[in-house]
Nanobody
Framework: QVQLVESGGGLVQAGGSLRLSCAAS????????MGWYRQAPGKQRELVAI???????NYADSVKGRFTISRDNAKNTVYLQMNSLKPEDTAVYYC????????????WGQGTQVTVSS
């Protein structure tokens, strides 16, 4: 099994920064894809950023140039550095681990609230 625990959310003013952390434990494989998703009230969960085992990244257009995903393999921790935050970034942010073994299996953290005030 896999456990994901997020931290680092909070309230910040527009233009500010936050860094989210996701500590992974359990059976973690080097080929697992790590990512961050978010869900704002009344909206569907959306991809924010993903990071593959080969260090390839993919970002939502809305966060490109402002957010950076990174990974510390020694600590089994994934980070999301969020700069130049906007009110529309307000959402619950979820850490995700996607495992591809024939099909895709997703593991999710409990989520951490990010609120950006204008």
């Amino acid at each position: 099994q896999v456990q994901l625990v997020e931290s680092g959310g909070g309230l910040v003013q527009a233009g500010g920064s936050l860094r989210l952390s996701c500590a992974a434990s359990g059976s973690i494989f080097s080929f697992d894809v790590m990512g961050w998703y978010r869900q704002a009230p009344g909206k569907q969960r959306e991809l924010v950023a993903i990071l593959t085992s080969s260090s390839s990244t993919n970002y939502a257009d809305s966060v490109k140039g402002r957010f950076t995903i990174s990974r510390d393999n020694a600590k089994n921790t994934v980070y999301l550095q969020m700069n130049s935050l906007k009110p529309e970034d307000t959402a619950v942010y979820y850490c995700n681990l996607a495992r591809y073994l024939g099909d895709r299996r997703d593991y999710w953290g409990q989520g951490t609230q990010v609120t950006v005030s204008s």
